[in-house]
């Protein structure tokens, strides 16, 4: 998602000409420095607060505290990260949605001329002699990316600032796109499953949805910053004398 972000503005983050100063720079390096040495101590890992931290640690050291106006959306990518690990956290279950993918799941799989059954959210690809049992766990949900990438590919949208009319259909597009993406990865990860065996399949299902994510986020940047870059503004108000009416001399 970074490196999406990264790839569209980059000519902006390139011509930045703001440079953070002396105290900037030692707040910066301070707040960096004190996450990597807490972690040394502690022998723990990076977390995603720890990264939020040090990626603003480095903007500021960098550039300065006014250039989160350009660095906003990168800076809250794991705030909204953290927030959807928190709703994941607190809603009961996931099972009659793991139930509902399961079964679409087998009936795209009987489409492609896989023998499949399923039940509650197992689903078995009998291979000949031999038969698999895929479970689609509440991760494959995909909710808390779902939240994640929703959310993040249309806050960038912001910094244009659009109309509300106009952002509400991109942010229903950018949401229920994420939702399809995720349901086509679920659909590459049970082909990799049924064609090319466990290790190939498991290698695809880690990997094959951040690929798709960002794919999709780039798309749908793309197409939404040339829609709202083409949608009408409203003319400015004019001031002076009607080309049809003849001046008034004192």
């Not at 793991?98 to 795209?108: H, I, R, V």
């Not at 993040?152 to 509300?164: E, G, Q, R, V």
Request: charged share 10%; proline share 4%.
């Amino acid at each position: 998602m970074l490196l999406a972000w990264f790839v569209l503005k980059w000519t902006s983050v390139n011509s930045l000409a703001l440079r953070g100063g002396l105290s900037e720079i030692l707040i910066g390096g301070v707040a960096v420095a004190s996450i990597y040495a807490y972690k040394l101590f502690t022998q723990t890992r990076l977390g995603l607060l720890d990264l939020v931290v040090i990626f603003g640690g480095l903007v500021v050291g960098f550039y300065g505290v006014r250039a989160f106006k350009l660095f906003w959306v990168p800076a809250a990518y794991g705030i909204v990260l953290l927030a959807g690990y928190q709703i994941e956290n607190i809603t009961p279950n996931y099972v009659a949605l793991q139930d509902w993918m399961a079964g679409l799941m087998s009936s795209s799989m009987q489409a492609v001329g896989v023998s499949s059954t399923v039940s509650g959210h197992v689903v078995v690809l009998n291979s000949g002699a031999n038969s698999l049992a895929l479970d689609v766990e509440g991760d494959c949900t995909g909710i808390q990316g779902i939240l994640a990438f929703g959310l993040l590919s249309t806050m960038a949208l912001l910094d244009t600032k659009p109309k509300l009319s106009r952002v509400i259909p991109l942010f229903v597009v950018g949401f229920v796109g994420v939702f399809l993406i995720n349901l086509l990865r679920l659909f590459g990860v049970f082909l990799t499953f049924e064609y090319l065996g466990v290790d190939a399949g498991t290698a695809v299902h880690v990997y094959l949805g951040y690929t798709l994510f960002i794919v999709w986020v780039l798309v749908f940047w793309s197409l939404a910053f040339r829609y709202l870059a083409n949608s009408p503004r409203p003319l400015p108000p004019t001031t002076g004398i009607s080309s049809g009416a003849a001046p008034i001399v004192a």
